[in-house]
């Protein structure tokens, strides 16, 4: 008696359950995979894929073999929405790539210039004319995982700047942002002082 409750519970809850998070998985993944497309990842996009479509295949299989249970269906769903959720936030989490931060500065922008070049990033200043008069644009190409490190910066020495950060694809040096090693500003002095 007690092992036929314990299948008949397990039918009912226990699949349920274990659909939900094969769905999870796989959507996880799949959303990676397609973010990882985007940048250009091409090695990870087909491994992705191959995970993604067997969680999928056994998921769907549970379904197929309970149609008569309105849980799995609704089991299926949240696994879905969850996962896309999961997989945009794991994705963020891992921050790869590049960006490009655009900086519009209604007031002078050569401190802000400065801080960001004595880090090491590459820096490039626009003068332009603005809706109230000139601007500066500072553009800056560097990895995710440091826009917290720039945003700060942006509001601490230009509190009124208006800036915007988009996606790169690619990039044609990979080692943005550039550090200025002991090595490498030695050797400028050793070439500054040959001149």
């Given at each position: 008696?007690?092992?036929?409750?314990?299948?008949?519970w397990?039918?009912?809850?226990?699949?349920p359950?274990?659909?939900?998070l094969?769905?999870?998985?796989?959507?996880?993944?799949?959303?990676?995979?397609?973010i990882?497309?985007?940048?250009?990842?091409?090695?990870?996009?087909?491994i992705?894929?191959?995970?993604e479509?067997?969680?999928?295949?056994?998921?769907?299989?549970?379904?197929?073999?309970?149609?008569t249970?309105?849980?799995?269906?609704?089991?299926?769903?949240i696994?879905?929405?969850?996962?896309?959720?999961?997989?945009?936030?794991?994705?963020?989490?891992?921050?790869i790539?590049m960006?490009?931060?655009?900086?519009?500065?209604?007031?002078?922008?050569?401190?802000?210039?400065?801080?960001?070049?004595?880090?090491?990033?590459?820096?490039t200043?626009?003068?332009?004319?603005?809706n109230?008069?000139?601007?500066?644009?500072?553009?800056?190409?560097i990895?995710?995982?440091?826009?917290?490190?720039?945003t700060?910066?942006?509001?601490?020495?230009?509190?009124?700047a208006?800036?915007?950060?988009?996606?790169?694809?690619?990039?044609?040096?990979p080692?943005?942002?550039?550090?200025?090693?002991?090595?490498s500003?030695?050797?400028?002095?050793?070439?500054?002082v040959?001149?």
């Amino acid at each position: 008696m007690s092992e036929l409750f314990q299948q008949e519970w397990f039918t009912l809850y226990g699949i349920p359950v274990l659909i939900a998070l094969a769905r999870i998985a796989d959507v996880s993944i799949g959303t990676l995979r397609i973010i990882f497309v985007s940048k250009g990842l091409r090695l990870w996009a087909p491994i992705l894929g191959f995970f993604e479509v067997t969680i999928w295949l056994l998921a769907i299989s549970k379904v197929m073999e309970n149609l008569t249970n309105p849980i799995n269906y609704i089991a299926y769903a949240i696994g879905f929405s969850l996962g896309n959720y999961i997989g945009m936030y794991i994705e963020n989490r891992l921050a790869i790539g590049m960006v490009v931060v655009r900086i519009i500065t209604k007031r002078d922008s050569q401190a802000l210039v400065a801080v960001l070049r004595d880090l090491g990033y590459s820096v490039t200043v626009v003068d332009a004319d603005g809706n109230t008069g000139a601007v500066s644009i500072v553009f800056t190409l560097i990895k995710r995982s440091n826009i917290k490190v720039i945003t700060p910066l942006i509001l601490h020495y230009n509190p009124q700047a208006v800036y915007s950060i988009e996606d790169v694809r690619h990039a044609s040096d990979p080692n943005f942002p550039t550090i200025i090693t002991r090595r490498s500003r030695f050797s400028q002095f050793i070439r500054g002082v040959r001149k």
